[in-house]
């Protein structure tokens, strides 16, 4: 174990971003770039929209005034199912569908004549909450659907039923979690040229520059290779800048095509907020049975959660959900249902921890709310639960390929912070009243990377240059999670060569292979597992190419000191040397290779399989105080360990971590999408609040390395670990202050009547 | 990101700029008057302010002076939230400004802000305005017809509302010298009821005779919890005369929550402020008295 | 007479901008920051809100840290701005954006410009700031990538080197 020691940080984009020259979407433009702004409706749910445009049309400066039947490819798009329209045409499902896009020399000018944009339709009425969409006899909204279940996934492990009814202690609760705004600091824009040779070249603010490039070339009608996504800085994602995101490119796209000029289209803030998606509310019904000696026997959930008016990645994200429905626990019978439902509200997708927040924040608090009736300590119970090596998952999985190591993460966070010495002089609701105090703690396993969600492989390119210099690229997108410079670090040790030498050479999807999503914390895992193999495939190309040089066996060529040695240490090369050599030979130093994600299964009847091919290990711990009158709780101190195999980078590691916390901090005290009737109430960070610098007490990052055997480079990632159980680790930790069970998010404490 | 077209001048005098809203109102042009910014531009974005034009004040320099004269310290409308934290004048004989004005936003709102675009915005969230109101501040508005001064309780109607014509200019808040035996204690309290932010706040100055073991004199003022800012005089009225007790305190704190309801009616927002006020005040009193 | 009193739409405004002299013509309708952004194309201001809430669009003027969203372009008339760019370049790096780097103070970026500035306003007025100054210091610039702490960490450092260089 390491801790956060002060370490010199690598980031190869951090003079850029501190120098403001590193230029964001928005930063762009270029000569007779046009602009474009979007037209929302006031309905929530409405049909027979109609939409005149010729008064806008007319205005000065207005090149076009686009809409549905404009569109040359498809209206409607998505990543799993194909129903989100990129702009409306006879219905209104929700208060963000824009209903048309207006292109004017000037983006005061578009404005100006969006003001102008006529819009009728009949309106429905809107339907808002998701225990109501969900039963049979509500009405459907979604045209050409049979009810309003996006899906259903189900573990069905054992006979929870009878092993319920067996059980010494059964805990019947349910949980409330909110729509959470992802607040990345950059709000969505694109810019995109068509070039000369019919390319359409899109500069975004994305996640996903091959998501995107799909929604771009549909909304066209015209193939991947006709359109070109660029990379550049991103101002954060977090989940959040995938299907808005690169529904915003393609309608950049689509007013760049029609108008045959570069079109820029960045959103203000308060369209942002209200078009996006957010991470899904939950309602989470759990019985969990036990028996006295603490064991967890079964458990039974049924789990609902708001997709809002469109599909997005609400199965990717539920699925998630069944699977880590039961925390890191063995439990012999389990019986989970969990249900994706669709309202007329915002719609809900990606965002950090992706539907393991929900259920981490039921599980843990489970846990503690066992741990008291058991008369264990909530440490006691866990340890007594919790996965082990070679143990089987919920999902009839055996962890048998690398460390599980929930126990050792769990153990030092506790020894770190104290936990038994600090639970037991928490308040429990005596003392001040103004100032309650309380420890809390919660730990998760995390399924690394996509897992049977989806096809999980990633590529890299390393192209050494003749005169030493080396250009990497790899199918992996920077978010601001520093992936760039995982990527280098990981390259620069496995070819002993010096930094300096490697350039990386920001991709764009027409130089390097689809190699997926940047998500599920997977950029780490995936990107330096390419990273290592093409590092391997260019170490053998080289070594057979200079083993006679260096009068050795091929295999027995090395790789150090920013040189290439034979057995002997003067059979040497230096790598400048040696670029010059293959060059007379007219051997490329180059390669390709492919990472492929270990082998997952699943079956969607039982819920059973290997969902994914690896985990992560968190736990993390609060200390909080509670003041019952002003019902402000305080962070006073947060300690948390992952494991996550290797540490590539370390100071962005715990970057990740403290990031995380404060995320997940915002979500379990402050931040809360408001809406009524459909309507987002607080779009605007006025009145959405994030965490600012002085909600934050100095947190302890601890870095737990058990290098992972299905991982090339050993490591795998820490994006969503740390977001994901720091709001049921305060929850618990405002139990132990109060005496009372926090089962909503946000955390709000009920006034003490005077 | 521009707002739609407005015509812009920068008067160098108050009297050019009463002029120029004279002008507007007579011809029946929208004028806004800009100090700070921190209200107005929001407004222009959101487009729930849409003048044609917009007079800026901040090129008279008589506007941003922080000057004792006699008994009071007059302060310039465009004198900024950071400004009356700094300024040695403010902190000496008007502390509980300084401390309110601190409370403002962030640093680069401290520095924008105008304690005149407080004043005149009357958001029922400022916190300058619960400290003048105990520093019996008055404001001085210049209109056509020359200047007139009215005591800062008498500005304000309801939330965002005052008595200022649209031709009218307000120059400078003069506060007078308190006596120096009082004590001020500035309290901010920001409480999340759902999303909704709750902010309340207290400005409390007190003179208590520790020989005759009395409150000789009291001025409370809550901010955010009354249609417009007043004095809590029953909650005042409790504590003259007696001595530091608390069941004095719970007295006052009691009598403060009543006329609060008493102003603003029982609303949702009332119910949960009652005890809240009453909590403030005597945290308030308690922290004067003991500043000794 | 009376019309020339209401002002005008077109104004001229003269500033320096990092110590360069600028003078131009604009309509009095638009912000500091969009003077920065699209004439002047010093695109380290960022606009995160428009409305004085994130902080990305920090830039000092007059010396003071505000936000350049809040501010009527020709109320800049006669100031002198400093914008990111004009606090150090990557030959000459200012020890604020030294620090940044060094310890990790930076993901995704948009918010840095706007942090460094606010952290330059508030050693300039507090060279030996507590950690607890320092959160109170950037309080009106959002992050949300970090956490804040690498932040804290990179401004703390500069103060001590400060205080080491004095005493």
């Given amino acids: 174990m390491t801790t956060g020691k002060r370490e010199s940080a690598y980031r190869n984009d951090a003079v850029i971003k501190v120098t403001g020259r590193a230029r964001y979407a928005d930063d762009h433009t270029f000569p007779r770039m046009a602009h474009c702004v979007p037209v929302y409706s006031d309905f929530v749910h409405a049909e027979n929209l109609s939409v005149d445009t010729r008064e806008a049309a007319r205005q000065d400066g207005v090149l076009k005034v686009i809409t549905a039947a404009d569109i040359p490819g498809a209206v409607r798009f998505g990543q799993i199912e194909r129903d989100y329209p990129m702009l409306a045409e006879d219905r209104i499902l929700s208060h963000g569908d824009v209903v048309a896009l207006v292109v004017a020399e000037t983006r005061e000018a578009a404005l100006e004549a969006a003001r102008q944009v006529r819009i009728s339709a009949d309106p429905l009425p809107p339907l808002i909450d998701p225990e109501e969409a969900f039963r049979p006899d509500a009405p459907v909204i979604r045209p050409g659907t049979k009810n309003n279940i996006v899906n259903h996934h189900k573990i069905r492990r054992g006979d929870a039923r009878s092993a319920l009814a067996a059980c010494d202690i059964v805990i019947d609760h349910t949980f409330r979690t909110s729509f959470v705004e992802h607040a990345y600091l950059e709000p969505e824009s694109a810019v995109c040229v068509p070039r000369p040779d019919g390319v359409m070249e899109v500069y975004g603010s994305m996640q996903h520059p091959f998501t995107t490039r799909r929604f771009v070339a549909a909304i066209l009608g015209e193939p991947l290779a006709r359109v070109e996504i660029r990379t550049v800085p991103v101002g954060g994602g977090f989940g959040g800048k995938d299907d808005t995101a690169a529904v915003v490119c393609a309608r950049a796209a689509l007013a760049a095509r029609l108008c045959d000029r570069p079109v820029k289209l960045t959103y203000a803030r308060q369209w942002s907020m209200r078009e996006s998606y957010k991470r899904h509310p939950y309602v989470l019904h759990y019985r969990m049975g036990l028996n006295r000696d603490g064991r967890v026997q079964a458990v039974e959930a049924r789990i609902i959660a708001d997709a809002g008016a469109y599909c997005s990645t609400t199965p990717w994200v539920t699925w998630r959900s069944a699977v880590q429905c039961c925390g890191p626990y063995r439990v012999e019978h389990v019986h989970a249902d969990v249900y994706g439902v669709a309202t007329n509200n915002v719609f809900t997708g990606a965002f950090r921890g992706f539907g393991s927040p929900q259920v981490n924040f039921a599980v843990e608090q489970l846990m503690d709310m066992a741990a008291e009736k058991t008369g264990l300590s909530p440490l006691e119970i866990r340890r007594i639960n919790m996965v082990t090596q070679g143990a089987e998952t919920i999902t009839g999985q055996l962890l048998n390929n690398h460390t599980v190591s929930i126990r050792e993460v769990m153990d030092t966070v506790a020894e770190k912070i104290g936990y038994e010495e600090k639970r037991a002089r928490s308040s429990r609701g005596k003392g001040d009243p103004e100032n309650l105090y309380g420890v809390g703690l919660a730990i998760c396993y995390r399924g690394a990377s996509l897992g049977a969600e989806g096809m999980d492989f990633c590529s890299a390119v390393i192209n050494c240059q003749f005169d030493g210099s080396i250009l990497l690229e790899v199918g992996i997108h920077e978010n601001g999670q520093g992936a760039e410079s995982a990527m280098i670090l990981t390259l620069q040790e496995h070819l002993g060569v010096d930094r300096g030498r490697i350039t990386y050479r920001q991709p764009s999807t027409s130089s390097i292979p689809d190699g997926g999503p940047t998500v599920a914390s997977r950029g780490t895992l995936m990107g330096c597992g390419a990273v290592v193999l093409a590092a391997k495939k260019l170490k053998k190309i080289i070594a057979e190419a200079l083993a006679d040089t260096l009068g050795c066996a091929p295999e027995k060529v090395r790789f150090q000191d920013d040189a290439i040695l034979g057995e002997a240490d003067d059979q040497r090369l230096s790598w400048d040397e040696a670029m010059r050599q293959l060059f007379l030979k007219r051997v490329y130093p180059y390669s390709f290779a492919g990472f492929r994600a270990p082998a997952v299964t699943w079956d969607e009847e039982t819920g059973q399989g290997d969902a994914y091919f690896t985990y992560v290990y968190s736990c993390q711990a609060v200390e909080v105080s509670v003041n019952l009158k002003t019902g402000r709780v305080r962070l006073l101190n947060v300690v948390a360990a992952h494991d996550i195999g290797k540490a590539v980078n370390r100071p962005m590691l715990l970057g990740q971590i403290y990031g995380g916390i404060a995320q997940g901090m915002g979500m379990a005290l402050m931040e809360k999408v408001e809406t009524e009737g459909g309507v987002i109430r607080n779009a605007s960070f006025r009145k959405y609040r994030i965490p600012k610098a002085m909600d934050l007490p100095e947190m302890t990052a601890l870095i737990i390395e058990n290098p992972d055997p299905t991982s090339p480079s050993g490591a795998k990632g820490i994006g969503e670990p740390a977001l994901e159980i720091i709001a049921p680790a305060i929850a618990n930790a405002v139990y132990h202050a109060t005496g009372r069970r926090m089962d909503r998010l946000p955390i709000r404490i009920e006034k003490e009547d005077a | 990101m521009s707002y739609p077209a407005f015509r812009y001048t920068a008067p160098r005098t108050t009297r050019e700029v009463v002029e120029t809203l004279r002008i507007a109102k007579e011809k029946g042009i929208r004028a806004n008057v800009l100090a700070g910014g921190t209200d107005l531009m929001p407004q222009l974005r959101e487009g729930t302010t849409t003048p044609e034009v917009v007079v800026d004040i901040s090129r008279i320099p008589v506007l941003k002076r922080i000057e004792r004269m006699g008994n009071e310290i007059r302060i310039g409308a465009m004198v900024t939230h950071a400004e009356l934290v700094t300024s040695e004048l403010v902190r000496e004989y008007a502390g509980v400004l300084s401390e309110a004005a601190k409370m403002v936003g962030s640093p680069q709102i401290r520095n924008l802000g105008t304690l005149g675009g407080n004043v005149v915005n009357a958001s029922p969230a400022a916190d300058t305005i619960p400290a003048l109101v105990i520093l019996e501040a008055k404001l001085v508005l210049k209109g056509p017809e020359g200047e007139r001064i009215l005591s800062v309780t008498d500005f304000f109607t309801a939330p965002y509302q005052t008595v200022i014509e649209a031709d009218e200019l307000l120059t400078d808040i003069v506060v007078p010298l308190p006596p120096p035996s009082g004590r001020a204690v500035f309290l901010k309290l920001a409480r999340r009821k759902a999303v909704a932010i709750a902010r309340m706040n207290l400005a409390c100055m007190l003179y208590y005779d520790r020989q005759k073991e009395t409150f000789e004199w009291v001025r409370l003022c809550v901010g955010s919890s009354t249609p417009r800012p007043v004095r809590m005089t029953e909650a005042e009225k409790a504590l003259i005369g007696k001595p530091f007790s608390t069941e004095v305190l719970q007295e006052a704190g009691r009598a403060a929550a009543e006329q609060m309801v008493q102003l603003s009616g029982l609303r949702s927002s009332t119910a949960y402020k009652k005890p809240v006020v009453g909590d403030l005040v005597m945290r308030a009193v308690r922290m004067a008295v003991e500043k000794g | ?167």
């Fill in chain 3, 1 to 167: 007479m009376e019309e020339a009193e209401l002002g005008n739409e077109i104004v001229e405004i003269s500033m320096q901008v990092n110590g360069v002299s600028v003078v131009l013509r604009t309509p009095a309708n638009r912000t500091l920051l969009s003077i920065l952004r699209e004439d002047l194309r010093l695109t380290g201001a960022k606009e995160g809100c428009g409305i004085g809430e994130c902080g990305a669009c920090t830039v000092l003027m007059n010396g003071k840290a505000v936000n350049a969203c809040m501010v009527l372009a020709p109320k800049a008339d006669g100031a002198r701005i400093t914008t990111i760019e004009g606090l150090g370049d990557e030959a000459r790096l200012h020890p604020l954006q030294e620090a940044f780097v060094k310890h990790g103070a930076v993901q995704c970026g948009f918010c840095t410009p706007g942090m460094i500035l606010s952290a330059k306003a508030l050693l300039d007025e507090n060279p030996n700031p507590t950690r607890l100054e320092i959160r109170e210091g950037i309080s009106g610039n959002l992050c949300r990538c970090t956490g804040y702490q690498q932040i804290v960490d990179a401004i703390e450092e500069v103060a001590a080197r400060k205080q080491g260089e004095e005493s």
